[in-house]
Nanobody
Framework: QVQLVESGGGSVQPGGSLRLSCALSLSMSRFYLTGWYRQSPGKERELIAS?????AAWYDAGVQGRFTLSRDNTNLYLQMNNLKPKDTAVYSC?????????WGQGTQVTVSY
């Protein structure tokens, strides 16, 4: 059974940093496309970072240069630096994002003064 458990969300001021973690119950190598999505209030869920089979990550233009995706055998991470209020959202990790995706439960990130 595939389970993903996220952690690391919270509240920070603009310019701050957070690191999200996603613990997977199976080896990450079993899945081709893994990544992070986010959903802001009133908006659709959007893909912001992904890696195909552990290769170089892709980033949405809105987070390029500020966010870094990494992974090891059973974990997916998202280092978020220089956070902005527009980054406020529920962040979710996924595996097999290109096929039948499995999702974490989501973790709230709030950026405000």
């Amino acid at each position: 059974q595939v389970q993903l458990v996220e952690s690391g969300g919270g509240s920070v001021q603009p310019g701050g940093s957070l690191r999200l973690s996603c613990a997977l119950s199976l080896s990450m190598s079993r899945f081709y496309l893994t990544g992070w999505y986010r959903q802001s209030p009133g908006k659709e869920r959007e893909l912001i970072a992904s890696t195909a089979d552990g290769t170089a990550a892709w980033y949405d233009a809105g987070v390029q240069g500020r966010f870094t995706l990494s992974r090891d055998n059973t974990n997916l991470y998202l280092q978020m630096n220089n956070l902005k209020p527009k980054d406020t959202a529920v962040y979710s990790c996924c595996v097999a994002c290109d096929g039948k995706p499995y999702w974490g439960q989501g973790t709230q990130v709030t950026v405000s003064y």
